[in-house]
């Protein structure tokens, strides 16, 4: 028995294995098809009912779209650092339809060890007791799911009180 590569003329499996290269590259790089990724920025925090050593915080979050095409995805995951150290991460199934040039607000609930907040908390504070600084420098960076095989990135970066961090 032939083998199905024998079966069809060299030249068509050639140029199937052609296409299929081109094919793999082009989803590899639909991002830039996309043109500029979307800007998703801190727009609020509040506090969730929260247990034991870990607090709660619905994360609200401003997703804009800068391209001409709508952006839709079905889920988000992120991380939230402070001053440089890992403070938060949180997962949402979201799912989200903005429109060209349009925005949207979202919550995303987040995870935050209380110990390591207290701890960033104090770290932020002199050896004198008086306060450093009223804000932290945040890096939010995470993913919009089902945009593209492995969707889509996002990273922004800003400050944030203090006080929004105190229970």
Sequence with gaps: MPSPVS???????LRQAAVA???????????????????????GLELLPSKGLEWRFALELRVQNPNGSELSFDGISLELDLDRQRIASGVAPV?????????????????????????RLLAHRRSDGRREADTFEYVLRGRLGGVLPGGVSFESRGTIGADALRR
Excluded: K, N
């Design 7 to 13: 079966s069809v003329p060299r030249r068509a499996w």
């Design 21 to 43: 290269v081109v094919g793999a590259l082009a989803l590899g790089g639909c991002a830039t098809l996309l043109g500029e990724p979307p800007r998703v920025q801190l727009a």
């Design 95 to 119: 799912q989200a339809r903005i429109p060209g040039y349009g925005e949207q607000l979202l919550t995303v609930p987040v995870t935050v060890s209380a110990l390591e907040l207290a701890r």
